[in-house]
């Protein structure tokens, strides 16, 4: 009888093996309750950790004069030694003890029904995660004894698995798994999960269709069910579709009606040595999509950002599709009322500077859907009046649906703000405004330029408003409001090869790009007044804020460019941010 008992007992410890062994295999998304709103995950952080020790770039952040005080301070020999005595217990490096700690990657979870939080962090083996969770255990007792404190950590059991507290949070293993919780009941969950498996995150259809978008191998993922989260209640601004703000409307207020469908959301992130490319995207659907925001997307989704210009020293450029007339004349239903309000007073200020052609109607009517902004570093070399403080210029590209109707009208308006200005501006002691007009084929320029007074012609140290020669052009139906006459001209000749894009169909709707490489060199133009603006500012000496600028300026010249994009696919938005880093062998 003894036998046949040792017999079934022997069968069952065989049968349970693969059963373990199974469960320390399933990804982590299938230790995770159903009830899951948030999954991130980093399925391979050693190669990150490698990415980042040895990066090319690492070099030139290590010559930085603060960083390297950094490593003479007590604080950090403190941390040294810490680090040293840990080493010690577990007989391995940091980086070697990090890297077994992580292998298999980390998770990251947030749940509905428990209103908690947990961390899983997958180990290289059973046996090295179980060696630094006891060392751990050991080093905390072990400080809190020499403090003469208690015994930081509780220990409990659930499921015949070990649990331990330390203050609020709440950790144990399971097999390879080291899960780290904030409320109890989702670590039971958790373990519950791993022992009998059952229905999980990774069972839900929504979550099993983000999965399958993944593109690659990203370096991070992340999933956010956005119906849990109106369910929620925590998103009542989003459910009521309004904004403030005409900016933020004009930025993005397309993609609310869009976030009040969308099942949910995903990001991908994606890190190697040359760039850093983050990925947002969700379903989508032009149904989903009232009119009120078709100044958005366009009425069936078709709206398109018109090609680029180009302008040399160019440090940013935007271009979106926009139907500005729309927005403006659906404000009441966009905004809320006292911005409604103001938007309306605003239509009747302009209506009169327009003689009395109706702004929103007649006047953002009459110009295409889609605008440019570009921005770009003025070139002060062998100019005089030379300003002490030197901004970029900047211009708005947009095209006119009846050119000869419409150019006249703000070529009048435009003179009509030349002679604000001066009437202004001469009651205050500031510079006039002269201007010059040229006109040849179906192009031309009303330029201005601010007038020296005596004494000034020849300055290194002029004021701010000999930054701006402000200007309009004209290039067929294209119309360009710069803020110098360079900037204008330099987009007159590239308006031309616009007209040959205009028929290219385009998934882009908005493009934003900044050249952190001309940035820097802007920065460093105005490197005198950004010390003093330190020292004024923050109290430093001008050692300190030297110090303070050329850590700014050091950080810039890693970067080479960061683009931003939303991308209108079928059935699916995605918003695309790509920053890249210089070429180590660039200047």
Known sequence: MLRFHRFWACAAVLLALPLAAQAED???????????????????????????????????????????????????????????????????????ALEGLQAGGVFLAADSETEGVALLVRARDEAALDKIRET????????????????????????????????????????????????????????????????????????????KEIAGQPTAWAWLDMQAVRDSGKAHRLEEGRTDNPVAELIG??????????????????????QFRLSLSSPHNTQWVDEPRWHFFGKEGEGAAPPMLEAPRMLASVSAYRDVSRMWLHADDLFDAKTSEQISKANGVLTTLFSGRDFGEDVLSAVEPGFQVVVARQDFEGRLPRPSIKLPAAAVVSRLKDPERMQGELRRMFLNFVGFVNFAGGTNGQPQLDFDIEKEGDTQIISTRYLPDVGEKDSTDARINFNFSPSVAFVGDVVIVASTEQLARDLMK??????????????????????????????????????????????????????????????????????????????????????????????
């Not at 899951?36 to 290590?62: D, G, I, M, Q």
Request: charged residues 25%; proline residues 5%; contains cysteine.
């Open 253 to 274: 207020g397309g993609l609310i009606d869009n976030l009040q469908q969308t099942p949910y959301l995903a990001a991908s992130v994606y890190l190697d040595a040359s």
């Open 26 to 96: 399933r990804p982590a998304a299938q230790l995770l309750p159903p009830t899951t709103v948030l999954y991130a995950e980093a399925p391979r952080p050693n190669e990150v950790l490698e990415l980042l020790l040895t990066h090319p770039l690492r070099s030139r952040f290590e010559q930085v004069e603060q960083y390297r005080e950094a490593l003479k301070s007590a604080k950090f020999a403190q941390f040294q030694a810490v680090v040293t005595i840990v080493e010690a217990q577990l007989g391995l490096t940091w980086r070697e």
């Open 136 to 211: 751990f255990i050991n080093l905390a007792r072990a400080d809190a004894r020499r403090k003469g404190k208690e015994d930081p950590i509780k220990t409990g059991e659930y499921r015949e698995q070990a649990a331990y507290q330390i203050d609020k949070g709440l950790f144990t293993t399971l097999g390879p798994w080291l899960v780290v919780v904030n409320k109890q009941e989702l670590g039971k969950r958790i373990i519950d999960c791993y022992l009998d498996g059952g229905d999980s995150l990774a069972d839900r259809p929504v979550f099993q269709s983000a999965r």
């Open 494 to 587: 590239h308006a031309a090869g616009d007209k040959e894009q205009r028929g290219e169909q385009s998934q882009v709707n908005s493009a934003v790009t900044v050249d952190l490489s001309v940035l820097r060199d802007v920065l460093d133009d105005n490197r005198q007044h950004l010390i003093a603006q330190n020292m004024l500012k923050e109290g430093h000496t001008r050692e300190e804020a030297e110090q303070q600028v050329g850590i700014l300026l050091t950080v810039l010249d890693v970067f080479k460019q960061a683009k931003v994009q939303l991308l209108v696919e079928k059935e699916r938005l995605v918003v695309e941010t790509v920053v890249q880093l210089k070429p180590q062998d660039a200047p």
